[in-house]
């Protein structure tokens, strides 16, 4: 049998706590026996100074001398070309003395294989999209934007390095109808953009929810679980004003504890998960980002919601249009309107949580990881 090859470019790493949509897409792409060239970028010298669970010393070394591995009955190579002039520099004066945020395309060409079945691309790819063509034009490159580039990178000119992506990929799969009508309506009309879930549960997290009761906890508890562009002044405002409740922040925002709100840095599923299925609420206040009086960020499902949903929790976000008509979920416009829907929540009562179920359930079905699967192998092995 032929030896199928794909190559994948995301800012994830193999050895992290922290597992996001696009690893299961790269096991997906290992399941269908391609064996994967995995490129992490960008990798600055600042990894060796951090202490954090995928910026560290060796995740540094590892991916500066390449490390193989077999996964899944395929050989796995995961590299990158680590960039040695301090990110802020490089960011600052990038365009003026020569250097990119990003490793150089030649120095990555160079650790590649000659050819490539599939390419598989997540935004931190996006400035090598006419490289990518042009260096493997018979692969089917599928970019997978997991957030908008725009919403998250401050580098020059994002919208137009991800535009030039989408226009040179075979396909752009969304996450949600969000990330949809966003390039849509930025004048991407003749591109095809579909809609492919992230992989959030399974029908082993559906049984749970099934049978799963809630308790009536004396100890009421707020908790948030994330990573990025969430509005930390906003929960710190709600933990000041609701002082009958703790307040528990997960994510590597590098926060000291005070007064009723404790910050535990980051945690594996396995230290979190029982945190959630003891609190009362659970919140994402997601910041804001306006792009024009027309179109703003607002927030799709998230791993985090669906870890709220599973333990039946009432929610409170801000900025977010997928959940105005499910049961539970309440949508804030400032910070006086999230402290209130945060005190309505903690009233809920275990039997006002089981109410929840049907409508929870129904919800993540959306999300189950066989139906993705599926549905990304169509594309891979299709004419999609």
């Not at 060409?109 to 490539?116: A, G, I």
């Not at 929790?313 to 008509?325: A, D, F, H, I």
Request: proline residues 4%; positive net charge; contains cysteine.
């Amino acid at each position: 049998m032929m030896k199928k090859n794909a190559l994948v470019i995301t800012y994830h790493v193999k050895n992290c706590q922290r597992v996001g949509g696009f690893h299961y897409f790269i096991n997906y792409l290992e399941k269908l026996s391609y064996d994967i060239d995995w490129v992490t970028c960008p990798v600055s010298l600042s990894w060796i100074f951090h202490r954090n669970d995928k910026e560290n010393f060796k995740n540094f070394m590892d991916l500066w001398r390449g490390i193989a591995f077999e996964e899944n009955n395929v050989q796995v190579r995961h590299f990158s070309a680590p960039v040695f002039i301090p990110a802020k520099m490089a960011r600052v004066f990038g365009r003026e003395i020569g250097y990119r945020y990003w490793p150089a395309w030649e120095k990555l060409r160079k650790r590649m294989k000659p050819e490539y079945d599939v390419i598989l691309v997540e935004g931190v790819g996006c400035q090598y999209a006419l490289k990518m063509r042009e260096s493997f034009p018979k692969a089917k490159i599928i970019y997978r934007p997991s957030d908008i580039l725009e919403t998250f990178s401050d580098v020059p000119d994002a919208f137009l390095l991800e535009k030039g992506m989408i226009e040179t990929a075979d396909i752009t799969l969304c996450v949600d109808e969000i990330q949809q009508k966003y390039y849509k309506n930025r004048g991407l009309l003749e591109q095809p953009i579909e809609i492919l879930r992230n992989p959030l549960c399974t029908e082993k997290d559906m049984e749970f929810v099934r049978s799963w009761i809630p308790e009536n906890m004396a100890q009421k508890t707020v908790v948030y679980v994330g990573i990025s562009n969430v509005d930390l002044e906003m929960i710190e405002y709600a933990a000041s004003q609701i002082k009958s409740a703790t307040f528990i922040v997960v994510g590597p925002f590098g926060r000291k504890s005070h007064d009723n709100i404790m910050f535990l840095g980051s945690l594996s599923n396995k230290e979190f998960m029982p945190i959630v299925e003891k609190s009362s609420v659970g919140i994402s206040p997601v910041l804001e980002k306006v792009f024009d009086k027309q179109d703003k960020l607002v927030a799709g499902y998230t791993r985090k919601i669906i870890h709220y949903m599973k333990y039946l929790l009432p929610v409170v976000m801000t900025c977010s249009c997928n959940y105005l008509n499910l049961e539970g979920f309440y949508v804030a416009k400032d910070k006086d309107e999230f402290c209130r829907y945060v005190n309505k929540a903690l009233q809920y009562s275990a039997e006002e949580r089981i109410h929840l179920r049907l409508g929870y359930m129904k919800a993540m079905e959306l999300f189950l990881n066989h139906k993705v699967e599926q549905q990304f192998e169509e594309i891979v092995l299709g004419g999609r």
